[in-house]
Structure formats: structure tokens, C-alpha cells
């Protein structure tokens, strides 16, 4: 995963800090010279917005309260307006403008800033959660300490059989074995470590919630990939008894697969459905609908919970098979079937809580 | 007294470039592994070295690069690409550059040494 760039994001032309130099002074040269009863500084706010481009956050406070230093200095310089009550004015009138747009400009890099790094954030949970990446990059780690035992085995076997038997040389290469075969057995567990959970931290968790927190977080993939989304959320649905970071693993897992199944199919009939209900046998049902292009011709709607089963070039199949564990783990079931005329129909129930009816 | 002709052994992952020497050893050739295509290239080994087995991916140079600088000299040393990730591309664009044998891993002894008897005969 890439850091997120450091502030400013864009790379400016050099030509930006000439620009604001020769602004300002244009600036302070008019505000001095004239005795215009105008405020002349209130410009100065355009140098900031200027400095925006290439300084970081401390360059543009120091740009602010330069441009309130220049606005003061010219005033003393001109004695005409400096204790005029329309040249204090003036000069207040300034400042606060400069200070204002410094304060509202950095608010705003803030806020594009904590945007980024919120989808770098999303990209690399989605990545982990559906374990593609990491998955083949694991199985190539474990490929290569079995790769090192074939050779040391077949080469030991020759050594002992040699004459004479090379004894060292077999020693040796049983020693690398045992070595390999542990570093294999690390990896391994670091693979079950990740695919087991934690132990659920359940609470009273309104699914609404974090179905719409993955929309959120989702919605800049609904954007690009043209996907109408469309929700149904009652509001007097029960609460549920579950781990919220689990049910936002499941919900995360589900959307995006719908969300990646309708790449193949024309932009204009791409849309997503997320809905909760109160389900009449107790607890909630969720269910994540989509168009997309569905089961294929021979694929059954339980295999594709079958660990490893992935339609995806790249996929590692782990993910809904992790999806459905979570879900029974908290007492639910999941299920899919086919959408009409095409795509898929998730649902998925979790129980009430425990002591209601 | 002229020095035997060696293979060469480049893989950045300690345990099968050890394994694989150690199993060309076992078969009595003489071998040497080296950690990257640029401690090979570096290396005043090129003369005397008769065969490359190389791992395609390889931070740095890759093996097919390695080829790459090889083919520069008159006669290329015959080169073995071995691999964790078979990719059809990389196998076309190895063929294509005159590499005959790309293993994937896990290979198995006769796989090696058919490919060694293969390029070094010719």
C-alpha cells in the first residue's frame, strides 16, 4: 500500500511561488502608496490561495500572517489613513479576511487529505479482506521451501547411496529440510491466524449502521465503476448481537463481489440493491442484490461459499467462504440465488438479541 | 590444470538456491549459487560457466533480464529459468529469446537435469 503523498498532493509548476511573490508585493506596493479608503489587503487572500498549491500547511501560516505583517507595515508606512477610523477599518477588515480564508483553506486540504488516505485505507482493507493478494503471495512463500526439500530429499538420497555414502553432504542437506520445512510451518500459521478471527467482540450492533458505513466508504467504487446504489433501511429494526468489525467484513465482502461482478455488463444497467428487514421468524435478514453477470451455467449457489471456488483471474476464493463463517458464528445463516432477469441475490439473517422474543 | 565448467545457481531465496547446488553437487557437477542476476554478472565466473539456472522473479534484475545481458556476448551461456509463478507472457517473451526451458516450481530432479542435458549439449 502506498503512504499517502504528503501534503500538497499535486505537484505545482515553479512558477506558482513567483506568481504569489510578485502579487504580494504588487499588493503592499498599492495599499502603501495609495490612500485609496479601500481595503487593498483583502487581495493578500489571493496570494494565499496561490501558496496553497506548493506550501505545506506551516508555509501557509507563515504566507498568512505574512500577508497580516505586510497589511500592518503598509498601514504605519501610510499616515494619512493609519488613524482614520475608515483606515482602521480597513485594516481590521483585512485581517480578519486573511485569517479567515488561511483558517478555511487549510480545513479543506484537511479534509481532501483525510479523503485519500481513507480510500488507500479501503482499498487495503478490501485487499486483506478477501485475502487476494496475500493469498498468492503466501503460497509463493510456502513454494519455496518445497521446492528447497524436493532438491535437499533427491540430493540426500543420492549422497547415501553413492560409493562412498557421503555422509556429511546428506547430514547437511537433512539439516536444510528440517530447516525448510519449519519456515514452511511458520507460514502456515501465519495464514491461519489470519483467516481465524479474533474471538467476536459481540454488542447490540445496528446493521443499518454499517451497511451504511460501507456505502460510505464504497461509494467513490459506485462512482467509478457507474453503479446505482439503492438502499432500504427501515429505521425500527432490531438490533442485532454482533462483533460490528465482522459484520462490516461481511457487508465490505458482499458489496464489492457485486460490485466487481457488474464490470462486464453495460454501465447503464448496473445497480446495486442493499436492504435490511425485521425478519418474521425473529432477528434481521439483509439482502444485497445486484445485476450482474450471476451463476454461470453449471455453478450451483452453495458452491461458490466452497473455499478456494473463485471466478476471478486473480481471485483466491477465500472470500465468501470467510463471509458465511462469520455469519454462522454469530448464529445466521447465508444463502444466494439467482437474480431475475440476471445477477445475484445475497441474504444473509442474524438472530435478536439474546432475551428478546 | 583448467578449471571445470561450472552452473551457475541465481535465486535471491537462500533455501532453494542452496538445495538446488546441493543437488547439482549430489550429481557431481560443479555448481555455484549466487544471490542476484548482478552479484552472477559481477562475478569473474562467466567464462567458466556452462550453464545459468536463474529465478524469474527476482528483486532487481530478473532472470530474463539476465538473459538479456547475456545474449550480448557471441555465444550465451545456456540459460534455465525456474519459477514460482508460471505466467504464459513471460514463458512466450523467454522463448522468444531464445531461452528453451522454463521450470516451475516445484521442479523435480529430472526436469533439471533434462534441461541441463539439453542445453549443454548443443
Avoid at chain 1, 505574512?66 to 481590521?92: E, F, R, Y
Avoid at chain 1, 526439500?149 to 547430514?171: F, I, M, Q
Wanted: hydrophobic fraction near 45%; proline fraction near 5%; include cysteine.
Amino acid at each position: 500500500m502506498k503512504a499517502a503523498p504528503s501534503f500538497p498532493v499535486v505537484k505545482p509548476s515553479s512558477l506558482l511561488p513567483v506568481i504569489a511573490i510578485v502579487l504580494a508585493a504588487a499588493i503592499f506596493v498599492v495599499d502603501t502608496v495609495t490612500d485609496l479608503e479601500i481595503a487593498v489587503p483583502v487581495f493578500y487572500t489571493a496570494v494565499i490561495l496561490i501558496s496553497v498549491r506548493f506550501c505545506t500547511r506551516r508555509g501557509v501560516i507563515f504566507v498568512g500572517l505574512g500577508c497580516i505583517g505586510l497589511t500592518l507595515l503598509s498601514d504605519i508606512l501610510t499616515p494619512q489613513t493609519s488613524t482614520s477610523a475608515a483606515g482602521i477599518i480597513n485594516t481590521t477588515i483585512s485581517v480578519l479576511a486573511i485569517v479567515s480564508i488561511t483558517y478555511l483553506v487549510l480545513k479543506t486540504e484537511a479534509a481532501e487529505r483525510s479523503v485519500y488516505e481513507a480510500r488507500a485505507q479501503l482499498a487495503h482493507v478490501a485487499r486483506v479482506t478477501t485475502l487476494g493478494e496475500l493469498t498468492a503471495s503466501l503460497a509463493h512463500e510456502v513454494n519455496q521451501p518445497i521446492t528447497a526439500t524436493v532438491a535437499n530429499a533427491t540430493a540426500g538420497l543420492r549422497w547415501l547411496s553413492a560409493e562412498p555414502p557421503d555422509l556429511d553432504e546428506a547430514r547437511a542437506a537433512i539439516e536444510r529440510i528440517v530447516r525448510d520445512a519449519n519456515r514452511a510451518g511458520t507460514i502456515v500459521g501465519r495464514v491461519r491466524g489470519l483467516t481465524k478471527r479474533a474471538p467476536a467482540q459481540k454488542v447490540p450492533c445496528d446493521i443499518n449502521d454499517v451497511i451504511l458505513e460501507i456505502a460510505t466508504l464504497t461509494s467513490s467504487e459506485f462512482y467509478k465503476r457507474h453503479v446505482k446504489l439503492r438502499t432500504e433501511l427501515p429505521r425500527d429494526l432490531p438490533k442485532a448481537n454482533a462483533d460490528p468489525v465482522q459484520l462490516q467484513q461481511v457487508v465490505l465482502n458482499l458489496v464489492m463481489n457485486a460490485v466487481e461482478s457488474m464490470d462486464a455488463v453495460p454501465e447503464a444497467k448496473r445497480s446495486l440493491f442493499i436492504g435490511s428487514a425485521r425478519n418474521p421468524a425473529g432477528g434481521i435478514t439483509v439482502t444485497v442484490r445486484d445485476t450482474g453477470l450471476g451463476l454461470k451455467g453449471d455453478e450451483d449457489a452453495e458452491r461458490i461459499f466452497a473455499p478456494f471456488y473463485t471466478t476471478k483471474s486473480n481471485g483466491m476464493g477465500l472470500g465468501l467462504t470467510i463471509t458465511q463463517s462469520i455469519v454462522e458464528s454469530h448464529g445466521g445463516r447465508i444463502w444466494a440465488e439467482a437474480n431475475t432477469p440476471k445477477g445475484m441475490v445475497f441474504r444473509f439473517t442474524l438472530p435478536d438479541m439474546p432475551g428478546t422474543s | 590444470m583448467t578449471i571445470k565448467p561450472s552452473i551457475a545457481v541465481v535465486d535471491d531465496d537462500e533455501s532453494v538456491r542452496e538445495a538446488t547446488t546441493g543437488l547439482l553437487r549430489s550429481l557431481g557437477f560443479i555448481t555455484k549459487g549466487f544471490a542476484s542476476a548482478d552479484e552472477f554478472l559481477k562475478s569473474n565466473r562467466l567464462k567458466i560457466t556452462s550453464c545459468v539456472i536463474a529465478d524469474v522473479q527476482m528483486p532487481g534484475m530478473s532472470g530474463l533480464a539476465l538473459y538479456g545481458h547475456l545474449t550480448a556476448a557471441l555465444n550465451p551461456i545456456p540459460t534455465i529459468l525456474i519459477t514460482a509463478y508460471p505466467d504464459d507472457e513471460i514463458r512466450a517473451r523467454a522463448f522468444s529469446a531464445g531461452i528453451r526451458h522454463y521450470l516451475v516450481k516445484p521442479f523435480s530432479e529430472k526436469e533439471l537435469l533434462d534441461s541441463i542435458d539439453d542445453v549443454t549439449k548443443h
